[in-house]
T-cell receptor, first 116, second 114 residues
Framework: NAGVTQTPKFQVLKTGQSMTLQCAQD?????MSWYRQDPGMGLRLIHY???????DQGEVPNGYNVSRSTTEDFPLRLLSAAPSQTSVYFC???????????????FGPGTRLTVT | DQQVKQNSPSLSVQEGRISILNCDYT??????FLWYKKYPAEGPTFLIS?????DKNEDGRFTVFLNKSAKHLSLHIVPSQPGDSAVYFC?????????????FGDGTTLTVKP
């Protein structure tokens, strides 16, 4: 299993450009999430999905869109890049929780985005 | 208002000694807690977890303690090894949701000196 893969690893955008960060997992996990990590800070949830066709907003959703057409893929779209979106972006997946205990997340290696 | 706080940005310990990393939370709805470890240029990896029905969970050199009344948890690493040098994140969630909605602290950078 490749686990969670993210492309690209690095990206530089100019203000106003749009782009899509790709995320894929081959573990058949129902849950997928996007986080951003700014220097010296923890991971903040952008958007998440509990299954194909179902997405919801996290803590910092503004400026980002997501869709989940398949179980495997969960792309993150930046609509009009701003310098404030310079960050490291992590995609994560986790299996369905049975309710008695939650499950840990499996993270991708991250995409380092710089917006100039 | 930060719901999960790791008040020590960094911690340095000698190899073989105990490392204690602390985490505080404010949201009473949190009932499941996880620790992740992160090396530079990699994604976080899961280390250990604990649910609110327990006050201790152990996995090899790693033990997590939960004090619900104080809304405090700690991760103990004994003995510490140089390979444990990394950033450690505390995360909290609710059993009624899922780990995909975890709230993370800002992390503690652990340095284990040989």
């Amino acid at each position: 299993n490749a686990g969670v893969t993210q492309t690209p690893k690095f990206q530089v955008l100019k203000t106003g450009q749009s782009m899509t960060l790709q995320c894929a997992q081959d573990m058949n996990h129902e849950y997928m999430s996007w986080y951003r990590q700014d220097p010296g800070m923890g991971l903040r949830l952008i958007h998440y999905s509990v299954g194909a066709g179902i997405t919801d907003q996290g803590e910092v959703p503004n400026g980002y869109n997501v869709s989940r057409s398949t179980t495997e893929d969960f792309p993150l779209r930046l609509l009009s890049a701003a310098p404030s979106q310079t960050s490291v972006y992590f995609c994560a997946s986790s299996p369905y929780s049975q309710g008695r205990e939650s499950n840990e997340q499996y993270f991708g290696p991250g995409t380092r985005l710089t917006v100039t | 208002d930060q719901q999960v706080k790791q008040n020590s940005p960094s911690l340095s310990v000698q190899e073989g000694r105990i490392s204690i990393l602390n985490c505080d939370y404010t949201n009473s709805m949190f009932d499941y807690f996880l620790w992740y470890k992160k090396y530079p240029a990699e994604g976080p990896t899961f280390l250990i977890s604990i649910s609110s029905i327990k006050d201790k969970n152990e996995d090899g050199r790693f033990t997590v303690f939960l004090n619900k009344s104080a809304k405090h948890l700690s991760l103990h690493i004994v003995p510490s090894q140089p390979g444990d040098s990394a950033v450690y994140f505390c995360a909290a969630t609710s059993i009624n949701t899922n780990a995909g909605k975890s709230t993370f602290g800002d992390g503690t950078t652990l340095t284990v000196k040989p």
